[in-house]
Every structure is written in structure tokens, then in C-alpha cells.
């Protein structure tokens, strides 16, 4: 069954950085849309970021709060989908999840994936 385990998260000042990883099991990332959304407390869920394919080139978009800050990436061979996290703000503060979408949409609407990590918690604060 496939399987999503996100990690990396954890303390960090303000202005601090964190790399999260979402390693993906049971199938490989192939060329479907994969992003990260955040959810922090008494918030609905949020878009962070999707990479996806146009026939072999990956293109990436952001929601407007993390652009420049934070950057998503993928590493085919490891199965593994990234999340680098920058210049940090108590805002970001929220648990991270990982999802991929098979049918191959993507883009920032989280009904649209089909898989989900178990999330990892990401605290900003001084």
C-alpha cells in the first residue's frame, strides 16, 4: 500500500531554517503532481507549494505567503519529495503534510490528492 512519512520538522527560531522530506513507498513519485500543505491551529488546511509535469520538465508554484522563502523539490531516485524552509515566521507555525495526486491535476485545492502523510510538526517560535 502506498505509504507517505514525512519528516525534518521540529523547533527553529524566527529566521531559521528546516528541510522537511516526505519519503513515498509503495509506488514510485513517477511524473503525478506531489505539493505540501500546512494546517496550524483553529485554521483550515492550507496550500504551501506542488511540483508537477509538463510532458519531462517539473514546474513548481507557491502560495503567496511562503514565495521566496520556501522551495519544493523532488529527488526521483529516493522517492522523496522536499520541502526547504526559509527565513522562517511564527505564521508558518503548523503541522506539514505531504500529498500526491494520481489523476494528475495537482495544483492548490487539497481535494484533489489522493494520498496523505501522517504530517510532521513545524513550530516557529523564539
Known amino acids: 500500500q502506498v505509504q507517505l512519512v514525512e519528516s525534518g520538522g521540529g523547533l527553529v527560531q524566527p529566521g531559521g531554517s528546516l528541510r522537511l522530506s516526505c519519503a513515498v513507498s509503495?509506488?514510485?513519485?513517477?511524473?503525478?503532481?506531489w505539493a505540501w500543505f500546512r494546517q496550524a491551529p483553529g485554521k483550515e488546511r492550507e496550500f504551501v507549494a506542488d511540483i508537477r509535469y509538463r510532458g519531462f520538465t517539473a514546474y513548481v508554484d507557491y502560495a503567496d505567503s511562503v514565495k521566496g522563502r520556501f522551495t519544493i523539490s523532488r529527488d526521483n531516485a529516493k522517492n522523496t519529495v522536499y520541502l526547504q524552509m526559509n527565513s522562517l515566521k511564527s505564521e508558518d507555525t503548523a503541522v506539514y503534510y505531504c500529498?500526491?495526486?494520481?489523476?494528475?491535476?495537482?495544483?492548490?485545492?487539497?481535494?484533489?490528492?489522493?494520498?496523505w502523510g501522517q504530517g510532521t510538526q513545524v513550530t516557529v517560535s523564539s
Open positions: 500529498a500526491g495526486d494520481v489523476h494528475g491535476s495537482g495544483g492548490s485545492s487539497s481535494s484533489e490528492y489522493d494520498y
Open positions: 509503495g509506488r514510485t513519485l513517477s511524473r503525478y503532481p
